[in-house]
Structures are given as C-alpha cells and as structure tokens.
C-alpha cells in the first residue's frame, strides 16, 4: 500500500459529461501529481501540486483542470468529456516539489470510461 | 532533448529464467536518478528500484539486481529466477534536473510474461 489513496476507483460516464477525480497524498506529503495512462500515449505528465500552488504543467488539456486544497487532498477535473479521454488516471505524491532522489508513490487509479 | 527508450516491447520467459529489462536514457544531464516501476495486471504502479547516473557500482536486492554503463546511458534490470508473479509491465522513468524537478518521465514499458 503506497499510502496515496485516490477515488473512485472506476468511473464511466458520457461524452460531454464533467467529473472529478480525487486524491489523498501520503501522510507528510506536500507535493501531488497526476498522469494520464492510456493506450496510445502511455503514461503522461499532466499536473504538479505543492502545498496548494500550481508547479508544473505537462500535457493537459485545457478542458482539465486541477486544485489541491489546503488539507493537501487534490482533484483532477475533467469537463467536455471526450471518447479518448478514456484513460486511467494516477494520483502521486512526494515530500518536496524538488524531489530527485524519491521516488513518487503512487495511488492505485481512476480508470475512466467515456462513452 | 530528453529521450528515454526501453527497446523491449515484450518479453516471455518461462519460470526460475533469469531476465533483464534495458533502458537507455538520452540526455545531456551529467546527474540524474532513474526509477523502475512495476506495473501488474491489477493496474497500481509500484516503485521498484532506484539508481543514480554518477555510481556505476552494480547493486543486488534480493532477486533483483540492476546495472548502469555510463558510456552508453544504459540503466538494466535484472531478476534472477523468475517467478509467474513477476509478470507485469516495467517501466523505467528518469528524472532529471532543471525545470524537469518533481516529475517523471516514463519510457514505453516492457510487457514480462513468465510462464510457469
């Protein structure tokens, strides 16, 4: 059990539908992240988190959005839902923001469905 | 740019063979660490191991076991006596420095099948 704990587990919904993703990091943990794991694009950077602020964007999109809140939790949103955001979607989390030599623990998924 | 490439797309073994996973990674960072994660069928990502680029001393933790070649940037993972449990996707994520701080970068993955 990597300590992260991120819900729900499945989510199936459809095209055009809004929801949100939700993430505890480990306890002491300040800094959250997300990915996106799906067939074709393998696993993607989408979002950083340290202790509320925004600290680094990979590739999302801009129908995505995402908070991390002040008892450290974090939502990933997803609006205009397409068919190929279909994915499954990873919360972690480390002790810093500049954290090179830990690793990054990560929760066991969301595995959205668009239909 | 930054490049990492696990070649292996898929590798079959059966039980107790030894196997390695290669990955090589492309970058002009003289100091980084590279993670390899273990991703069963269940689906969670598990932090395996862990090296850095600047100790090419090969380490052994259990029945793994892990290199790297600094002349070709080649980070490989071994498990020795493979067990069916072994079977997952492993994927190996540096993680480099400068504006890269706090987030990896994950190869392609190599899917290990051990058959019993």
């Known amino acids: 059990d990597s300590g992260v704990t991120q819900t729900p587990k499945h989510l199936i919904t459809a095209t055009g539908q809004r929801v949100t993703l939700r993430c505890s990091p480990r306890?002491?943990?300040?800094?959250v992240y997300w990915y996106q794991q799906s067939l074709d694009q393998g696993l993607q950077f989408l979002i950083q988190y340290y202790n509320g602020e925004e600290r680094a964007k990979g590739n999302i999109l801009e129908r995505f959005s995402a908070q991390q809140f002040p008892d450290l939790h974090s939502e990933l949103n997803l609006s205009s839902l397409e068919l190929g955001d279909s994915a499954l979607y990873f919360c972690?989390?480390?002790?810093?923001?500049?954290?090179?030599?830990?690793?990054?623990?990560f929760g066991n998924g969301t595995r959205l469905t668009v239909t | 740019a930054q490049k990492v490439t696990q070649a292996q797309t898929e590798i079959s073994v059966v039980e107790k063979e030894d196997v390695t996973l290669d990955c090589v990674y492309e970058t002009r960072d003289t100091t980084y660490y590279l993670f390899w994660y273990k991703q069963p069928p269940s689906g969670e990502l598990v932090f395996l191991i862990r090296r850095n680029s600047f100790d090419e001393q090969n380490e052994i933790s259990g029945r793994y076991s892990w290199n790297f070649q600094k002349s070709t940037s080649s980070f490989n993972f071994t498990i020795t006596a493979s067990q069916v449990v072994d079977s997952a996707v492993y994927f190996c994520?540096?993680?480099?420095?400068?504006?890269?701080?706090?987030?990896?970068?994950f190869g392609q993955g190599t899917i290990l099948t051990v058959h019993p």
């Open positions: 994520a540096p993680h480099a420095g400068g504006t890269s701080y706090g987030k990896l970068t």
């Open positions: 972690a989390s480390s002790p810093q923001p500049i954290a090179r030599d830990s690793p990054l623990h």
């Open positions: 306890s002491g943990d300040l800094s």
